[in-house]
């Protein structure tokens, strides 16, 4: 007796492996169906049978719009069936996506996070009056507070000034400015009855029962 043994090694890769050799191999039967209405009938069972492969995604926005998607990328985009979607190109799947741009930051003062330069850029944007000064000084008090959340100890205001100097470009100079900042006590004493408020209201009373409080005991 012989047996035709088929070994995986053997046959063709499968294009996406999730589903299984069993969902490929009707695909591939469905590609090589005659008439056009026996492919739309069968294509549909297929992503029928698909979708209860993965039960676990029918929440997802778009669920049947991403089976018939894969229904088309399993057959190598040679299936002619009636999709209710667009029917996706091969060219658009090997598309290669746009290149991100790196954020903006100040690279040599990350512990004031990229919010400060934002800030900053929309000061910079504003006309010369007191409602500018005010926002300037509010930047200049956000920066001594990220600083201290970064060293713990106190800071110079010259330091503050250099440095909003520096991400200004040259623009901000508070550098011989006679206002004085927030003491770095008052904003790490704020800082700090924040974290103890914040772990009082997860605080939990503990509940005694009084039911045996006065319960003899021999």
């Known amino acids: 007796m012989t047996f035709d043994l088929e070994y995986n090694s053997e046959r063709p890769l499968m294009i996406i492996p999730e589903y299984g050799r069993h969902i490929q191999k009707l695909v591939d039967h469905c590609i090589a169906l005659e008439t ?6 069968m294509a ?10 993965q039960p676990h995604l029918r929440d997802v ?9 894969q229904l088309y990328i399993m057959s190598d985009f ?6 209710p979607y667009p029917t996706p190109s091969k060219e658009e799947l090997q598309e ?31 006309e010369e009056d007191e409602k500018k000064q005010a926002l300037v000084f509010t930047i200049a008090n956000h920066m001594k507070k990220c600083y201290l959340n970064w060293n713990k100890d106190t800071v110079d205001d010259a330091v503050i000034y250099n440095h909003l100097y520096d991400l200004s470009d040259r623009k901000i100079d508070l550098r011989n400015s006679e206002e004085t900042l927030a003491e770095s006590k ?7 009855s ?25």
């Open 44 to 53: 549909k069972a297929i992503v029928d049978v698909m979708g209860n492969l």
């Open 194 to 218: 924040q974290g103890q408020n914040h772990s009082r209201s997860n605080y939990k009373k503990p509940h005694h029962n009084n039911q045996n409080k006065n319960r003899k005991r021999y």
């Open 96 to 126: 290669k996506p746009e290149a991100l741009a790196y954020p903006k930051s100040a690279s040599r003062y990350r512990y004031y996070g990229n919010n400060i330069q934002t800030m900053i850029d929309v000061a910079l944007s504003w």
């Open 186 to 192: 008052s904003l790490l004493k704020k800082r700090n």
């Open 36 to 41: 056009k209405e026996e492919r739309d009938k």
């Open 78 to 83: 040679k299936l002619d069936a009636e999709s």
């Open 61 to 69: 926005p778009d669920f049947k719009h991403k089976l018939w998607d």
